[in-house]
């Protein structure tokens, strides 16, 4: 079954470690998304790709990196800089029609990143 | 910018009655697109409905069903013949592109008791 798969599904870092979120597509969708949801804000948008070797910053994109080096696989690194990480992280992706159309995103299932 | 606005933090519904969820939204854009996603217990987005603003015809998909006023840039949500299952939390969501930044409204937690 197509689908997105994020990994791990629990993560715990350590002050002053970076560390990185897996995110993988078989949809064959173009486009790709990495939010960031806290209690009672809703979700924001931290990085997003059209294409390979392509992103662009979202809402809250500092402290955080990304890659796009393969269509299917967008992972997210969460770098030191980033002062407040503990919270839960969603990967999307979604298909850019040919027309103008909107069908929404395809969410993976999310990775809780905790710092201890 | 687009912004999104879920006035109601929590609501609670009986099995089998009807519950409805507001969303307003603030866009200068003249087409756009709205969702509705639901995120149950295991926290797994799930898209509900989606509706097209150039659409005068709210949509619908079977027990849930939208109220679209474009003047009032009002979306709401209606939930008919409740279950347990629909516990979650609903997002009301923006996008006025065919892909890229949706904005999502601050979620609106529906609890169905027995």
């Known amino acids: 079954d197509g689908g997105i798969t994020q990994s791990p599904k629990y993560l715990f870092r350590k002050e002053g470690q970076n560390v990185t979120l897996s995110c993988e597509q078989n949809?064959?969708?173009?486009?790709m998304y990495w939010y960031r949801q806290d209690p009672g804000q809703g979700l924001r948008l931290i990085y997003y790709?059209?294409?390979?070797?392509?992103?662009q910053k979202g809402d809250i994109a500092e402290g955080y990196s990304v890659s796009r080096e393969k269509k299917e696989s967008f992972p997210l690194t969460v770098t030191s800089a980033q002062k407040n990480p503990t919270a839960f992280y969603l990967c999307?992706?979604?298909?850019?029609?040919?027309?103008?159309?909107?069908?929404?995103?395809?969410f993976g299932s999310g990775t809780r990143l905790t710092v201890v | 910018a687009q912004t999104v606005t879920q006035s109601q933090p929590e609501m609670s519904v009986q099995e089998a009655e009807t519950v409805t969820l507001s969303c307003t939204y603030d866009?200068?854009?003249?087409?756009?697109?709205l969702f509705w996603y639901k995120q149950p217990p295991s926290r797994q987005m799930i898209l509900v409905i989606r509706q097209e603003a150039y659409k005068q015809q709210n949509a619908t998909e079977n027990r849930f069903s939208v109220n679209f006023q474009k003047a009032a840039k009002s979306f709401s949500l209606k939930i008919s013949d409740s279950q347990l299952g629909d516990t979650a939390m609903y997002f009301c969501?923006?996008?006025?592109?065919?892909?890229?930044?949706?904005?999502f409204g601050a979620g609106t937690q529906v609890v169905v008791t027995p």
């Open positions: 949809l064959n969708h173009d486009a």
């Open positions: 866009t200068s854009e003249n087409n756009y697109y």
């Open positions: 969501a923006s996008a006025t592109d065919s892909w890229g930044k949706f904005q």
């Open positions: 999307a992706s979604s298909i850019i029609p040919d027309s103008p159309n909107n069908y929404g995103y395809t």
């Open positions: 790709s059209q294409i390979v070797n392509d992103f």
